[in-house]
């Protein structure tokens, strides 16, 4: 069974700072990497597929890349609407739908 | 516009029996694989199940598996996750998710609101 991990668990910034955050696969999944965001008391929201493309409506200071088992989601300058746990999922391998653990994006 | 409305979730005590459903519209549900994903209070996203396009393959998280059933009412355009033998542990929100393709190995376009599940004496 596939693990993903991500890091850092909080992740402490300023607005209009950038933030990078990391997915790491224990298997490959080729491309086949989401980002969800997700701010409390709301369903998560697709913000990246396929590795690196940008869901419809994903403002462009959202950026991500990666291939098989390393990945990164960049926001390139923090907007308070930001502020918020972000997930990675991959689906490629078994199980279908695995999330990591999430990192919780806070205003330092 | 795509939208997925859960119901169903309540306060059930342990051993006790829930089905959760969700009612699409905007889409049909044999266009596209779906899955119910859970999150536990104050913790992260976990996959529970996903039915594929055809309506004729299932997953289920091993958490889950010989538990909880995934089907769907063509007719009502609805989907249900069957849940027996509840545990504290299911307690969580349950939510409908629309996946972008058919196969089930997909990411999650639509997502519903939410349900809560609650098991407790």
């Known amino acids: 069974e596939i693990v993903m991990t991500q890091s850092p668990a909080t992740l402490s910034v300023s607005p209009g700072e950038r933030a990078t955050l990391s997915c790491r696969a224990s298997?490959?999944?080729?491309?086949?990497l989401a980002w969800y965001q997700q701010k409390p008391g709301q369903a998560p929201r697709l913000l990246i597929y396929g590795g690196s493309t940008r869901a419809t409506g994903i403002p462009a200071r959202f950026s991500a890349s990666g291939y098989g088992t390393e990945f990164s989601l960049t926001i390139s300058s923090l907007q308070p609407e930001d502020f918020a746990v972000y997930y990675c999922q991959q689906y490629n391998n078994w199980p279908p739908g695995q999330f990591g653990q999430g990192t919780k994006v806070e205003i330092k | 516009e795509v939208q997925l409305v859960e119901s169903g979730g309540d306060l059930v005590q342990p051993g006790g029996s829930l089905r959760l459903s969700c009612a699409a519209s905007?889409?049909?549900?044999?266009?596209?694989?779906m899955s119910w994903v859970r999150q536990a209070p104050r913790k992260g996203l976990e996959w529970v199940s996903t039915l594929s396009d055809s309506g004729t393959t299932t997953y289920y998280a091993d958490s889950v598996k010989g538990r909880f059933t995934i089907s769907r009412d063509n007719s009502k355009n609805t989907l249900y996750l069957q849940i027996d033998s509840l545990r504290a542990e299911d307690t969580a929100t349950y939510f409908c998710a629309r996946l972008s393709g058919g196969s089930g190995f997909d990411y999650v376009n639509d997502w519903g609101q939410g349900t809560l599940v609650t098991v407790s004496s």
């Open positions: 905007g889409f049909t549900l044999r266009s596209c694989a």
């Open positions: 298997q490959s999944v080729g491309s086949k």
